[in-house]
Structures are given as C-alpha cells and as structure tokens.
C-alpha cells in the first residue's frame, strides 16, 4: 500500500481500517462534522485546510498507526489455537445484542458497558479477544481497551464473517443494511 499527498481520503480509510482514530487521536480530524473529510478529499488537500499540517508527517503517522494495529490482529485460526487452550482468553462480541442474538460464535460473550467495567476492574492481565461483524470497529474498542490498561487485548482479524469462512462455516454469513 502506498500512501501519498494525492491519495483520497476514502482509499486511506478502506486501506487503514484504524485510520479515522489515528487522525482523530493526532491532528482532531475525522470525529465530527466540523472536522470531518470526503471520500473524494486528497490527504493533501485535507492539511492544507487544516493549518498546512506536514503531509509527510501526517503519511508517517498513519503508517506507525497502521502497523501497530496489525500487531494486534489475530487471524481466526489463531484465535482458535488460543481458544484451545489451557487458559483460554474472553471472546468479546463488539457487535449489536441484534446481531449476537442472531449468529455467534458459541464461547464469546457480548460485551456490555456492565462487563466492560467489571473486565477494567478485575485482571488487567487477562487475555482477551475482541470481534465484530467484519473486523472494521473491534480495532477502536481494542484501542480503547489498552489505554484503560488491558494491554493483553487483541482483534480477530476479519471478524465473525472470516470466523464463518475459515473455522465454522455452519455460521451463517450476513450482511448489514445501512440506511441512507
């Protein structure tokens, strides 16, 4: 993947699924309408307007950010390898009780504000995989996660979808309607 001043903004967020959070984290862009972007807008063109934000440096963030979220991707089959074994980690469902009530995955769990406190007030260093439909928003609860201290939480990777093709395909496979 290779990232330049040209390239548009909907190109960054389909390649860097972490991108929004990194940009919002580091420069407050992406979180709201006053700060928002287009598809169509180049990353160049959303610096310029933001006080001449270095497009280098922003390209430079966005790579750091991406590569630390890989280092906590787990690919389904090593999700099941870690499910298996003698300490197995939590299996948290970031998905909707809609969806959870619908397909799942048998071990997980959803997670709960009531269940989140209580995993933030218990081990810190407890394992624990996050998933969600297709692997896009796990990555902001895991985030969210380390910075409350649980730095042994990870995603898998590709989210109840890859689960369904790669481990249980007696899962059924859906898609979401997003209004528009």
């Known amino acids: 993947m290779t990232i330049t001043p040209d390239t548009t903004m909907g190109f960054i967020m389909d390649q860097i ?24 807008e180049t990353l160049k063109a959303l610096c310029a ?13 966005l790579i750091a950010a991406h590569e630390h979220d890989n280092s906590v991707l787990l690919t389904p089959s090593e999700a099941k390898d870690r499910l298996s074994g003698p300490t197995p980690p939590i299996l948290l469902d970031c998905r909707t009780r809609e969806e ?7 071990q997980s769990r959803l997670l709960t504000q009531e269940l989140q406190q209580q995993l933030f007030s218990e081990n810190p260093q407890q394992e624990i995989i996050l998933f ?17 201290g ?5 995603v898998m ?24």
Not at 159 to 171: K, N, T, Y
Request: aromatic share 8%; hydrophobic share 30%.
């Open 150 to 154: 649980m730095k042994n939480t990870y």
């Open 100 to 106: 959870h009530d619908a397909v799942t995955i048998p």
């Open 49 to 61: 307007r933001n006080g001449d934000i270095d497009t280098d440096e922003m390209i430079q963030h």
């Open 157 to 180: 990777r590709g989210g109840i979808d890859a689960w369904s093709l790669e481990i249980d395909p007696s899962l059924p496979r859906y898609q979401l309607e997003i209004p528009t």
């Open 132 to 148: 969600d439909h297709q692997g896009k928003h796990a990555l902001d609860t895991c985030a969210w996660f380390h910075g409350h």
């Open 17 to 40: 699924p972490g991108a929004r959070r990194a940009l919002f984290a580091r420069y407050h862009l992406g979180g709201c309408q006053s700060c928002g972007f287009s598809p169509n």
